[in-house]
């Protein structure tokens, strides 16, 4: 029994995946979130060979970091609306998409999710082919549900029949059951609109942050939360988790660290799997303590996981 059996051995209840973007990007072979904003700063600044570089140094005065690609984001849309609603290249689009627009519906986020809805095709690797066969097979019974930054569709496809709520708002106002369902929390490439990308939509997305925890809370309460494809610096992780500790008492709070855990890609680990604890800082000097498990290969993990199951079916549990 290795590592990484012990560690969910542990848990009675079944776990919730978080996924992140390094999911989008090893399977779909999606840009890095930087590489987005620089493929659409060139559409928006076609006539120099540093759009984004300029965009970036606009953004860096008075910014704060979290908030900083979100800036650029903000400088690269506004400049794309005007570009897409004057030039000749985008003639197309703007036939195509013109009700969207009508609707008061930013351009940017429409071509950005049509961009995106273009990485549909998975990637060639036999290897990675083989997680995301085993990765299918862990989804017909063996998680609760998934949650997700990314505005893609591979969870879609993946976890296939699991109810889908995009968006903080669908989140926050529809029942949900905590069996079989995805929450796109930063929105998705179908539904351009609830895409959560520039400073705008970040400070909306913040100021609601503290209603979303509290709807979280109940999965992390009750089930171990795996994050997946993520930094150990993101911000957006870290904000979650400092919103979902201050719903919680000093007890609680203890009870839920040994519930999260942090799966760190490393490559460079070849043949190793490494299990260690990490703590990530929370406001006023608290820390949140969790599990991160360090791997190059994630089949493991997924075998790992297909082992813990439903002993009944979850369609019909969620029929019930």
């Known amino acids: 029994m290795n590592d990484i059996d012990n560690i969910l051995l542990n848990f009675s209840e079944l776990p ?23 493929h659409f700063a060139a559409l928006a600044k076609p006539q120099t060979d540093f759009a984004y570089e300029t965009y970036y140094s606009q953004a860096k005065g008075n910014c704060r970091d979290d908030l900083l690609l979100p800036r650029v984001a903000s400088l690269i849309g506004r400049d794309f609306d005007q570009a897409w609603l004057q030039n000749s290249e985008f003639n197309e689009e703007r036939k195509r998409y013109s009700d969207l627009v009508r609707q008061n519906i930013s351009p940017f986020k429409i071509s950005l999710a049509n961009y995106i809805s273009g990485f549909s095709k998975r ?24 949650i997700t930054t990314n505005y893609d569709q591979l969870a879609e496809e993946i976890f296939e029949g699991y109810n889908v709520y995009v968006g903080q708002e669908e989140l926050l106002f529809s029942e949900t059951n905590g069996i079989m369902e ?3 929390i930063h929105g998705c490439c179908q539904k351009p609109n609830s895409i959560v990308i520039n400073q ?11 209603y979303l925890a509290a709807k979280l809370l109940t999965v992390f309460v ?4 795996i ?26 709070l203890e009870k839920l660290q040994n519930r999260l855990i942090f799966v760190e890609y490393t490559p460079e680990n070849k043949n190793d799997t490494e299990v260690r604890s ?12 969790m599990t ?19 002993n009944y079916n979850p369609k019909i549990l969620r029929q019930l």
């Open 292 to 310: 991160r498990i360090m791997l190059a290969d994630y089949l493991p993990l997924f075998k790992a996981l297909l082992r813990k199951r439903y």
């Open 123 to 146: 990637t060639d690797d036999q290897h990675l082919l083989d997680e995301l066969s085993c990765l299918k097979n862990v989804a017909k019974r063996s998680i609760a549900g998934v």
């Open 222 to 225: 009750e089930h171990p939360i």
């Open 16 to 38: 919730y995946l978080f996924i992140g973007s390094g999911m989008s990007i090893r399977y779909l072979n999606l840009p890095n979130w930087e590489n987005l904003l620089r």
């Open 278 to 289: 990490h703590s990530i800082e929370l406001a006023e000097g608290e820390c949140i303590d």
């Open 200 to 210: 705008e939509d970040y400070e909306i997305f913040n100021k609601r942050n503290a």
């Open 227 to 252: 994050f997946l494809g993520y930094s150990l610096s993101d911000s957006n992780i870290q904000r979650i988790l400092k919103e979902v500790a201050n719903c919680l008492s000093k007890d609680y």
């Open 182 to 184: 995805i929450f796109k």
